[in-house]
Each structure stands twice: as C-alpha cells, then as structure tokens.
C-alpha cells in the first residue's frame, strides 16, 4: 500500500523551490537542470558541472544541427567545432546557449559526461592465432603461442593488419616500446593527437623524437628534457594498443593513430565531447590516408536511457554508417556494481526501491527512465522517512531533506527520444549527504507496459558501500557500448571459460522476483521490452591478461583485468578481416554492420550450459573467434 507523506515541518517548507523553471524542450534535461543550477550547486555536483569552464563562465554543449552553422558564427560570440554528419561541439555563455535553442537549424543541445575507464581493480583464446591468407583463401594453422604470429615477417601469407589502421582513444600510448616499432626501429604510429596539449604530431615528428629519446633512458637531450608525443602516465592506453595493434598483438602490423583524451575543466575525467573530437579526428585522418580503420574504445558512464538515444551514440551511428570503419567498445564492469535497479510492475501496484548511501558521499545523480504513456506517482524517502512527490512535468524543482539538497526535473520526451527521464540530483547542504537508507517510492496509475529503469552514475565516482540494495545486473552495458552501430565488447576469463561477473549486460526483462527471464512467462505485457538488437555483441579475454611491456630499456610481464582489455582483441580482429576484406580485395565492403555480422557468426559458445543458447544479454552471440568469422 502506498504511503502518505509525512507532515513537512515549517523549515522544510520554507527551504522548498517549486517551479522554478520551466523546461526547454530543445536542450536535455540535464542541461536544462545545470544551466538553471547556482554556482555552488555546480561546485557541489560533478555530473552538473561537467562542461562548465569555471575560469570564464562558459559552457561546452553537444549540438545536432542542420545546413551549416554560418549563421551561428555571425550572430553569436562562440568557437564551433564542427565534426562529421552534421554534428559539433560549441563554447559558450549560459545565455548564448538560450538563443542557440531557438533557431530554426539546431535540432538538439546536449552537455558533455563526463567517461570513465572501462577498468577492473588472449590472442590465441580469440583465434588470431589460426589466421593466415594464401591466394585469398583461409586456413587454420595451429600456433604454439601468441608469438608465433610476430616471429615471421609480413610475406603476404599470414594476416596481420598491414594496409589497416587500427586506433586506438585512451590515455596515449608509449611511442619507445618496441610493440609500436618496426623492424629498423622506426614507427608504426601514423599520427598522435594530444587533447591534453591540443598538440597533433605526425610519423616524422614521432621518429624524430624517437632519435632523441633513444640517446638517455631519462628522456633528455643535450641536457635538456624531452616533451614525449602523446606521452601514457597510466600506461592504459599503452598496454589497450599493445593487444590490438603491437607486435605480440593481434593486427600487428595494422598502422597506428593514437589519440590521448583530454580532461574537464574542474575534475579528472574526459569528456564525452572530447570522445567525439577524438573519432572526427581519427575518420579525417583515415579519409586522409585512404585507409579502412577499426577504432578502439575503452570508456564508458551510466548518464543516459542506455537505448542508443543520447548524440554521442546517435554520432557514432553515423560514424559506423558513413565510413569504412568498425568502432568496438567495451560494455563496461557495472554488472556487479549495485549501479542498475529495474522493475515491472502492473496498475494499482507499488515498487520501494532502496539506496543505501553511504557516508561521505558528495553528491549522486538518479536517472528513472519510463515509458512515456506509463503514468506513474513518483516519491523519494530520506532516511528519516520524509516523502517528497517528484511533480510538476517540464519543471525544475528544489527541496531539502535532513542535510540533503534535492533538485529534480519530471522530463518529457524529446525529439530524440519516446522515453521520460525523472532526474533526481543529491547533493549536500553542508558537507555529505545525509547516509542511510534513500527510498524511491513508485506507484503504478496507468500502466500500458509497467517497465522503468533506474540508474546511478558509474561505479568510480561512487563510494563502495553506496548503491540499490537489490541491484539488478542486467542493462548495465555502459553508454556508448549502447549505440546500435558499434561492436559493443563483453568480457569472459579465458582460462576458465567462464563470463567475467563485472562485464556489463544487456537488456533483461525481470519478473516479480527479479529474476531474468527470456521467455516472459510471469509479465506478457512487457514482451517487446526485449530489443532485437542484443547487447553485447561478443565476448572476448579480458581477466588477467598478460601483456609485454617492451622499451629500449626493459622488458616486462603486465597482468591486466576489466573490459578495457578485452575490446583490443575485437578491434584487432576487426583490422585482420578489413586486410583481407578491403586491402586484399576479397570483400570490398567488410565494415560497419557487415563485419560485425560475421564477427556474430564466427563467435563460439561460451561453455557455460545457462549462456550456451546465444545470443543472449550475459554473452551476446558468444566468445570472439577471429578464424571461424572468416567468409569462406
């Protein structure tokens, strides 16, 4: 039965904001809710602040646009970026961005998210190994180990990338390791764009800076340092390349572009802004060569209905569709996180939903996404048991519980999307959030099909204790492993032959006991709710993989774990069936959805009799073996 709320004391009513501000419908919810936040709400809450340059008061959005932005640029003082298919990155005011919304050319503004690296605290596995070429045809070889590919030199006969270019979007990579060289200690690395220093180096600079590196193990010259091109402190994205691309890699003599992200203006995460800069850059750039690409991504965040409705996934759509590419990213490690909570439920019926926060939380986002033509009543319960209704749709409302300011927005669908957001922004009034047990209270009025969702932000900018007390591991893939066009890459342990628990999963459709269930026995009218389009594609290795970390100076054994390292196995694959679809000319079309359909009939069974019958939301179509997607 649901509850009444309890009587607000005279302080609570007085510290609420009702209908504060009314909702543009052309800009996101979220952009709607920071562009009305004051200063220390942004300085209390990352997700608000994401985009905002606290030294001038601007703002960078995401815009979707159509004609050209020449109007733009002559009416308004702002930089443009403009990327590919109609798409572009603005810096503006807070009052420029108002006006923008209402011409008639720009279709949607979103802000930038902030994107967290797919990371958990083998070659032959995927079947690189079995692959080689002679007059067009495959045949199986069988390799001792994941060397035997880089022992021989390119002769034509065994696929290894050559003619591709494999990139890779990360935290830079290490132009000294011999992964990256070639056999007279030049580089394979085509060009290096540094976000960070807003810096782009092309192969002669690499090679030059590779002649001076080379002279002292510190990196200087002449007694002076040396600013290393796209330099890897994390050595992520180094050791992400060195899987796809390197010489104990899969496409190992694919050619390299390596773009080092750049960060926000107030914290340590990239943007998502900066993501899409980086693909732009990467498909000029293979425009430019005239060359097919398979782009590696190993980022993720939870902000989003994880449908494919967001620009970032509707831009890689685009991307996938317009050029000879493939674009592989990691589902991400939410699964076992307590991030994800979803439910059906049917009219007349009511759902508590339970968040434990824990102590020293600074702020928490919460995302319930629902069908539009589903009408439910919408509370949220502090841990003193206070109820506030989320009302007022198209309206951005404040309140406050215990030391707890709340903004909410009841969203409504947008251009872009059929489903409704209502967003929920925690933040404190002192310190911390108030800890405890948070209650969402959902209540069932009209019911067509009873599915919602509700999200938190990913699992690094949350404190371990907090999250659902009965979290659901499905619909937990990252954003943009969501996006239709690309190869959304799961994880499973190679040695065991078992999924990884933290690699992300698909949709799910769950029962009255929160369950999965394929065949919806227990809720027939919430059967369309599994999508055609599984999530995620494939699996491939990615716990304790072993890499080789190979400088002037050093070799060494790294041990890696999370779907970071898994998608570089499914990129370098990707590359391996462009080289003999396109560069040998046996399949002038193998990218896009084409490569992805005969990585999906090539994939293997996991093994595991509950995820043997593929495709199915923990393994998608299966383990990626590169030897048997091969069309022949």
């Not at 919810?29 to 340059?53: C, H, I, M, P």
């Not at 200690?185 to 800076?209: K, V, W």
């Not at 590696?296 to 989003?304: E, P, V, W």
């Not at 769950?510 to 995620?536: C, F, L, M, Q, S």
Request: proline share 3%; net charge negative; hydrophobic share 35%.
């Amino acid at each position: 039965m649901l509850c009444n709320p309890r009587t607000l004391t005279s302080y609570n009513i007085r510290k609420m904001i009702l209908y504060g501000k009314a909702m543009n419908q052309k800009i996101e919810n979220l952009l709607n809710v920071s562009l009305s936040a004051t200063r220390k709400e942004l300085e209390n809450s990352e997700s608000l602040s994401t985009g905002f340059n606290w030294r001038d008061d601007t703002w960078e959005i995401i815009v979707k646009y159509s004609g050209t932005l020449e109007n733009i640029r002559k009416k308004y003082n702002v930089y443009i970026r403009e990327l590919l298919y109609n798409y572009a990155i603005i810096v503006t005011d807070k009052n420029t961005i108002e006006l923008i919304s209402q011409e008639t050319n720009i279709d949607y503004i979103e802000k930038p998210k902030s994107i967290y690296f797919q990371l958990e605290r083998a070659k032959s596995a995927a079947c690189a190994n079995n692959v080689r070429a002679v007059n067009g045809n495959i045949v199986n070889r069988n390799a001792s180990s994941m060397n035997d590919d880089i022992r021989n030199a390119y002769d034509g006969t065994y696929l290894s990338g050559k003619g591709v270019i494999v990139a890779v979007i990360d935290t830079g990579i290490d132009i000294l390791s011999e992964e990256f060289r070639k056999s007279d200690g030049s580089t394979r690395i085509l060009n290096i764009y540094d976000q960070t220093q807003q810096t782009e180096y092309s192969e002669e600079d690499i090679n030059a800076y590779l002649n001076k590196a080379i002279v002292n193990k510190d990196n200087t010259y002449n007694g002076r340092s040396i600013q290393i091109p796209g330099a890897d402190n994390t050595q992520h994205g180094t050791n992400v390349a060195v899987i796809a691309c390197g010489r104990s890699g899969v496409a190992y003599e694919a050619d390299i572009i390596a773009v080092k992200m750049g960060y926000s203006y107030n914290n340590q995460f990239p943007r998502t802004t900066s993501l899409m800069d980086a693909i732009d850059y990467v498909i000029r750039k293979a425009m430019e060569y005239e060359k097919p690409v398979a782009i590696n991504i190993s980022y993720g965040f939870n902000y989003g209905d994880h449908d494919g409705n967001t620009l970032l996934e509707r831009y890689i759509n685009d991307v996938a569709a317009g050029y000879k590419c493939s674009i592989c990213i990691g589902s991400g490690n939410e699964a076992d996180k307590a991030v994800h909570y979803g439910n059906i439920i049917k009219q007349g019926q009511t759902d508590t939903v339970e968040i434990s926060v824990s102590e020293y939380e600074h702020s928490i986002d919460i995302q319930i996404w629902k069908y539009y033509w589903d009408v439910y009543r919408i509370m949220l319960a502090g841990p003193d048991g206070v109820q506030f209704n989320i009302t007022g749709q198209g309206y951005i409302n404040r309140f406050r519980i215990l030391d707890t300011d709340i903004i909410s927005l009841l969203g409504e669908p947008s251009p872009y999307n059929l489903y409704q957001e209502i967003y929920i922004n925690l933040q404190p009034s002192k310190d911390y959030i108030t800890p405890g047990i948070w209650k969402i209270i959902i209540y069932g009025e009209s019911i067509r099909q009873g599915v919602y969702n509700i999200w938190l932000p990913s699992s690094q900018s949350l404190n371990t204790a907090t999250g659902f007390v009965k979290p659901v591991p499905y619909d937990t893939i990252t954003i943009p492993a969501t996006a239709t066009g690309c190869i959304s890459v799961g994880a499973y342990n190679s040695y065991t032959g078992a999924y990884a628990a933290f690699s992300g999963r698909g949709k799910g459709v769950w029962n009255k006991d929160i369950r999965y269930t394929y065949n919806n026995e227990d809720n027939n009218a919430a059967v369309n709710y599994i999508d055609a389009g599984i999530k995620p594609d494939i699996l491939a290795p990615g716990v304790d993989i072993k890499i080789r970390k190979q400088t002037a100076y050093e070799t060494d054994i790294v041990s890696v774990t999370g779907t970071s390292y898994a998608v570089p196995f499914v990129t370098g694959g990707a590359a391996l069936l462009m080289q003999w679809g396109i560069v040998m000319g046996n399949d002038r079309y193998m990218y896009g959805e084409k490569l992805k359909a005969y990585l999906r009939r090539g994939a293997r069974p996991l093994g595991i009799e509950m995820y043997a019958a593929a495709p199915n939301p923990v393994t998608g179509y299966g383990r990626i073996c590169i030897a048997d997607s091969m069309p022949v």
